[in-house]
């Protein structure tokens, strides 16, 4: 006689039947309807962005963890982090000479512990590092969002230089996580520190997002028009929804993972293309897993 199914077990193998546009039809409800909630439970809905932040700083205390006591950043894209760096060097510029409030000290605090991410990569870890799967060009997101923001920034009295940069930053933010999605792709295997980071910054996305619709619709749309003319305040608003469901497929597999009892996220041949030639390092990484029982 068959165990009967978990219902989540249940629920999750008849979505995954499903065709793309369905998937896509039930990701926007369940957005919906989490955004509609929140609108009830948060009643200062300035909270909201405060929980993001703080859910992206429990996400980088792992990934703090992960390097120092794990010895390894195996898993982990350095271009994603560099270009993190990036949109967070210009936004702290942007903050110094456009707004400076307590926004401006989180992202110094954040700028500050990406370098460390970033010279641990380089330097200390390096022999962990799989550069091979970390392949993704990032001049196909730095040129484009250049370009955009050379387009479309805010108008408001302050310097052009300085109002193409804050737009610059803003469109970089919403795909730097594109680099380590790529390395998860590559692999196909994500250990358990970068899945909980990755997962955290799915959350602190959707958060931030939330934060900013319910604000437009608290507002009913005055947000938008205090923000400037044009097509920069809904780019600011598309840009924070790009950012969310970029990583939307991701933190289902990581639920899913989750409540299947498995400290090692597989995703699916049918989500993400399978490497052709596994390399030395990601292979000794991958059989450490195994001899360690994670699999």
Same mark, same amino acid.
């Given at each position: 006689m068959k165990a009967p199914k978990r219902p989540i077990h249940a629920v999750s193998m008849w979505?995954?039947?499903?065709?793309?546009?369905?998937?896509?039809?039930?990701?926007v409800v369940s957005g919906m309807a989490a955004l509609v909630l929140l609108r009830f439970i948060v009643h200062d809905h300035d909270n909201l962005f405060v929980a993001a932040e703080t859910v992206h700083s429990l996400g980088i205390s792992v990934l703090i963890y992960k390097l120092t006591k794990e010895k390894t950043c195996a898993g982990l894209s350095l271009k994603s982090q560099e270009l993190t760096a990036i949109f967070l060097a210009v936004r702290l510029y942007c903050s110094f000479v456009m707004e400076y409030d307590i926004h401006t000290l989180l992202d110094l605090a954040t700028l500050a512990t990406t370098l460390w991410v970033i010279y641990m990569i380089r330097f200390k870890l390096k022999s962990s590092y799989m550069e091979d799967k970390d392949n993704f060009a990032i001049y196909y997101?730095?040129?484009?969002?250049?370009?955009?923001?050379?387009?479309?920034?805010? /108008?408001?009295?302050?310097?052009?230089?300085?109002?193409?940069?804050?737009?610059?930053?803003v469109y970089l933010e919403a795909v730097s996580v594109l680099p380590q999605l790529r390395v998860m792709q590559n692999t196909k295997i994500v250990e358990p520190f970068t899945a909980h980071y990755v997962f955290a910054l799915g959350v602190a996305r959707f958060l931030s997002c939330?934060?900013?619709?319910?604000?437009?619709?608290?507002?009913?749309?005055?947000?938008?028009?205090?923000?400037?003319?044009?097509?920069?305040?809904?780019?600011?608003?598309?840009?924070?929804?790009?950012?969310?469901?970029?990583?939307?497929?991701?933190?289902?597999?990581?639920?899913? /993972?989750?409540?299947?009892?498995?400290?090692?996220?597989?995703?699916?041949?049918?989500?993400?293309?399978?490497?052709?030639?596994? /390399?030395?390092? /990601?292979?000794?990484?991958?059989?450490t897993v195994v001899a360690q029982g994670q699999v």
């Open positions: 979505v995954r039947r499903q065709p793309p546009k369905v998937k896509a039809f039930l990701a997101v730095v040129v484009p969002c250049a370009i955009l923001a050379l387009c479309i920034h805010p /108008s408001t009295s302050h310097n052009l230089v300085n109002r193409i940069l804050w737009a610059f930053c939330a934060h900013w619709v319910l604000q437009v619709l608290d507002t009913r749309g005055r947000l938008l028009v205090a923000l400037g003319y044009g097509l920069w305040p809904s780019m600011i608003l598309i840009s924070e929804i790009v950012q969310t469901f970029i990583l939307a497929d991701f933190c289902y597999y990581y639920i899913k /993972s989750v409540f299947g009892g498995q400290l090692v996220l597989r995703l699916p041949s049918g989500v993400v293309p399978v490497a052709k030639k596994p /390399s030395e390092p /990601s292979m000794k990484w991958f059989m």
